[in-house]
């Protein structure tokens, strides 16, 4: 923060940094309470559903809804309220001391009294080009959000862990078949879900085995698979392919203050969105790494505007 001036910088009752429905949310309860929050809405305004295409597992849309128009809403809603949405990154905080300090874009200055951190986190992605191109028109890093799009059809996920072992079974419930694809010859899951995976009968794994490329124009109709024993590559007619090797938080800016679990996910405290620091509080995919839907992420996020509002009146008070 060496060369941010502070003494003239705007100062807020509450900082929500991310947006999403987390984020939104957030802000929707926090302006009705005449906090005035300010979102720094981050890289990706709007979370991971600006990514997705039909949602139709959250509540009040019957004939589903895009991801994007749903995001929308959020924000259309946050405002009508006051909620006052900004572009920008925040790049740097110093939670040292209250009034927080937070950097926006390297150069502008925020103080807040209140810090909501909603920032989510990023599913990893094998880093192909047509995975990227046919995100959300075949390649899905979440099959409970979109694995009842593919009902009787022969799906892929690639991974190996509990999350691949349960999100495979989980397609079970609407393809006809699931290839599980593992670049080893043996899973680092724990054993009673690997049995549950070698024993289920709609299921094939295809060990030492890579995923070179996505295949499909408008939507996938198959992949590149490769044997990584002997170099040899095929074609596997598949029309949708699950990415499941793990999300990362987006919390790395907060590391020096907050207490993060192993893998990066900001944790809190039981029943609560409070962090380890005082008046600050997290929601939504940034502390959640069980969940990781929009609905629970929604919940999280009214909980951290309640616990906002209600710690200020009590430093208040």
């Given at each position: ?20 429905p987390?984020?939104?949310t ?6 009705r309470a ?23 597992n ?59 951190i ?62 599980v ?26 060990w ?29 007619p ?80």
């Amino acid at each position: 923060m060496e060369g941010i001036d502070f003494s003239s910088a705007e100062r807020h009752k509450v900082v929500i940094v991310g947006t999403g429905p987390a984020g939104l949310t957030a802000a929707i309860y926090a302006a009705r309470a005449n906090l005035a929050p300010v979102v720094i809405q981050g890289p990706q305004p709007g979370g991971q559903l600006i990514t997705t295409t039909d949602v139709e597992n959250y509540p009040g849309f019957p004939d589903g809804v895009m991801g994007p128009d749903m995001m929308q809403k959020f924000e259309a809603q946050a405002e009508r309220f006051g909620a006052d949405l900004r572009w920008g990154m925040v790049t740097s905080v110093d939670l040292s001391e209250r009034p927080y300090k937070l950097v926006v874009d390297e150069e502008k200055a925020v103080l807040a009294d209140t810090v909501i951190i909603s920032t989510g986190a990023s599913a990893r992605y094998l880093g192909l080009e047509n995975e990227s191109r046919l995100l959300g028109k075949g390649v899905s890093a979440c099959a409970t959000c979109d694995g009842a799009f593919f009902r009787d059809q022969e799906l892929a996920i690639v991974g190996g862990g509990d999350t691949a072992m349960e999100e495979a079974l989980f397609l079970t419930r609407f393809a006809s078949k699931v290839y599980v694809i593992h670049r080893r010859d043996e899973f680092r899951a724990s054993q009673i879900m690997q049995d549950r995976v070698l024993n289920h009968e709609k299921i094939e794994v295809l060990w030492n085995t890579t995923v070179e490329d996505v295949l499909g124009g408008d939507l996938v109709d198959g992949l590149v698979i490769k044997d990584v024993k002997t170099d040899q590559t095929r074609e596997l007619p598949v029309t949708g392919f699950f990415v499941a090797i793990g999300h990362k938080p987006n919390t790395y800016i907060f590391e020096a203050w907050l207490d993060r679990d192993e893998t990066g996910y900001i944790i809190t405290k039981a029943d609560s969105s409070y962090t380890n620091v005082e008046g600050v509080f997290a929601c939504g995919d940034a502390q959640d790494h069980v969940y990781r839907q929009a609905i629970t992420a929604a919940g999280t996020g009214c909980m951290a505007a309640i616990d906002a509002e209600r710690w200020l009146a009590d430093q208040e008070a």
